[in-house]
């Protein structure tokens, strides 16, 4: 978004503001009710041109949809007639308050994506249909995480250097929560980075990520590939591992992330799928020698979209994936039970271990 975008809509929002704060210093009800519209289809115009040169209309429609809602089986009348018509006079001003919060809520620019550094949008699924804070906020810190790791030079753990600290530190905007209403429900998050000295390396760590998650995408591509989209001092398993982290889980109620913004290579959002995890663990099996495994722990949070799950084994957790089905279904049927795991580890360079289960006992 430009200077001058942000500047006029400051305005409108003010001027919204103004209105809806001393109505009776703007005329009559009919008279505050048009200029609050108008001042919605200035801010439409100037956020989101394209949109309106297709559909002008956009603004009219949600706010007939909106009272339709609000004042169902109603005549169609403007709001401050529908608030006379019904004896809800009182009620005018914080209606109209709520329909400006509706629509401005739900007013998006042309292409979020290419108006900050990063956008994280979280498909939720079908099951869902009003998303909830906790899916935003758990998703959001694993992000942090990750970039924290994937961005340092050295090591992995703890927190980073002041200016790296700063650097994955995002200014949020504005959070746009989406109900389920013909698609599914999603959550929108832009991210704009502080000015910082360590922004370069943020970007790197991003487009590391990218390249991941653009090859998990491809079933028949080589691990070679991923490789030769990597800087030669990286490991490909670490990435992907970290990568990996980032990939929705049946835990959650995200069923696919988009990621995108001006800090990600490419035109269009990478999109983040529960299957990829597979993929990615290939990348850690080809690339680390395994070592056996054999404990004893809880099975928690098995999942079959990423033909994965976690086991518990004192104060440590394991991620794991299953050679075959059987076993699969086998873990799914002992959830939140103690069974003995066996099959083999993989260790990678300043990151988790992983396991390959081949057998699940009692």
């Not at 975008?5 to 109505?23: G, N, R, V, W």
């Not at 200029?35 to 041109?49: C, G, I, K, M, N």
């Not at 429609?61 to 809602?69: A, M, S, T, V």
């Not at 959001?140 to 250097?161: D, F, I, K, N, Q």
């Amino acid at each position: 978004m430009s200077a001058l975008q942000t500047t006029i809509l400051a305005y409108i929002d003010e001027q919204i503001e103004a209105i809806l704060s001393a109505p009776k210093m703007w005329g009559s009800d009919e008279s505050v009710e048009m200029q609050v519209l108008q001042l919605l289809e200035f801010r439409s115009v100037t956020l989101r041109p394209e949109i309106e040169k297709s559909n002008p209309r956009a603004v009219l429609d949600e706010y007939h949809g909106f009272l339709r809602q609000t004042f169902p089986e109603a005549p169609p009348y403007p709001l401050f007639g529908l608030t006379k018509r019904y004896g809800r006079e009182s009620e005018f001003i914080s209606l109209l308050k709520r329909l400006s919060e509706h629509i401005v809520r739900d007013m998006q620019p042309d292409n979020i994506f290419a108006s900050h550094d990063l956008v994280l949008r979280l498909w939720l699924r079908e099951s869902v249909s009003i998303p909830r804070a906790s899916s935003l906020s758990s998703y959001y810190e694993e992000l942090h995480r990750v970039l924290r790791a994937v961005s340092r030079p050295t090591g992995t753990r703890g927190r980073a250097s002041h200016e790296l600290e700063e650097a994955i530190d995002f200014a949020m905007p504005d959070v746009i929560v989406v109900p389920a209403n013909g698609v599914p429900a999603h959550i929108v998050l832009p991210l704009d980075q502080v000015e910082s000295s360590r922004s370069q390396e943020v970007q790197r760590g991003l487009a590391q990520l990218v390249a991941v998650n653009d090859w998990a995408a491809t079933s028949n591509a080589s691990i070679e590939s991923l490789i030769d989209k990597l800087p030669e001092e990286e490991f490909p398993e670490r990435v992907a591992l970290l990568a990996m982290r980032l990939v929705p889980s049946q835990e959650e109620s995200i069923r696919m992330v988009e990621l995108g913004g001006r800090f990600i290579p490419g035109l269009q959002p990478v999109k983040i799928q529960p299957y990829y995890a597979e993929r990615m663990f290939t990348v850690v099996k080809e690339r680390r020698p395994p070592q056996e495994f054999d404990e004893v722990g809880i099975i928690r949070a098995v999942d079959i979209d990423q033909r994965s799950m976690r086991i518990n084994v004192d104060k440590r957790s394991y991620k794991c994936f299953f050679k075959n089905t059987a076993v699969l279904k086998s873990a799914l049927e002992s959830l939140g039970q103690r069974r003995r795991v066996s099959g083999e580890l993989y260790r990678t360079r300043g990151s988790s271990t992983v396991v390959e289960v081949t057998n699940l006992a009692d």
